[in-house]
């Protein structure tokens, strides 16, 4: 049987400038049912610059004028910078610089007092999407305690449940994922709020690698500016397979496709604990009597791609098979 539509949502975007995380920024764009209320860009696996200028290009070639800010608040374990220049290489594509930048004045307040502003004047509690670490909304949930209320769901790219994580570090007993581990104590402050969280661990990602089927997916809905770039931003991905021993995945689009078929995951209650100091840093494990969190367990990768593909390239053929 069909799914319903997904419900209407105000959505309060937190994304970290990865490429993962500008592809779901541009499948937010093309979600008719999201109000988008503002972009924050978190500079964790990311030059923030960069990010910020490359968030505003997405916003401007899509015609979504939202407004954004970029956080200042560090990280205790910095993404490796290999990593994080890929912004400044999605920064260049040409499709995004197709003309002069009409970008105005970058926003005073850093992106953790902007994220408090936008989640105190929302008319209703708004959905917090974040597909980098929590800390600008833990600073919020600690500074403004009554900004809880204003939150009906946080959905959240991050952790490693029943699976390895994927912190290779020589200091580090490999169990964490990078969104926890580059701040673990937000996510305990976020734990430690009331707020619903909705989880995707690297459980259900690890099960969405970004595969050449799937950039020649993209590659026969060439010509289309919105396809283009989602098809530009997976190819920045090659190659980390060969260099970390590890799959690029959807982590961030599968969690952002949450808002729009929620069916693609099984959800389950998992009561949940995070390890913030020592080796096992970053860790979130199953503990009983820990916070619950609505963690996804399952995903049907054929819907996750075919869902990729609608959202961005509606006009691409099916392979041929020949
Ligand atoms: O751990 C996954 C998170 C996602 O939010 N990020 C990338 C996605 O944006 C960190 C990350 C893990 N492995 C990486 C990462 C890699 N090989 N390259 C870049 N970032
Ligand atoms: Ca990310």
Known sequence: MADLPPRPRRVVFDHDGAPDDLLSLLLLTRYGHVDLRGVAVTPADCLPGPALSVTRKILDLTGRDVPTAVGTLP?????????????????????????????????????????????????????????????????????????????????????????????????????????VFWDPDAVRRVFDSAVPVTMFPLDVTDRVPVTMDLARAFGRAYGDPVGDLAGSLLALTFGTLETTGLAYCCWDSLTTSYLAEPGICAFETVHCDVITRGVSQGRVLRRAGGRAVRCAVTVDAGRFYRHLLDTLAPDGRPPTGR
């Open 75 to 179: 990280g205790r374990n910095p993404f490796p910078l290999e990593w994080r220049i890929d912004a400044l290489r999605a920064d260049a594509l040409p499709v995004l610089n197709r003309k002069d930048p009409d970008i105005g004045p970058a926003d005073a307040l850093p992106a953790h007092e902007r994220l408090a502003v936008w989640l105190a004047r929302t008319p209703a509690p708004v959905t917090v999407l974040a597909t980098g670490p929590l800390t600008n909304l833990a600073w919020c949930l600690e500074h403004h305690p009554g900004l809880e209320s204003r939150i009906e769901e946080v959905v959240f790219m991050g952790g490693a449940l029943d699976v390895a994580g994927n912190v290779l570090r020589p200091d580090h007993d490999g169990s964490a994922e990078w969104n």
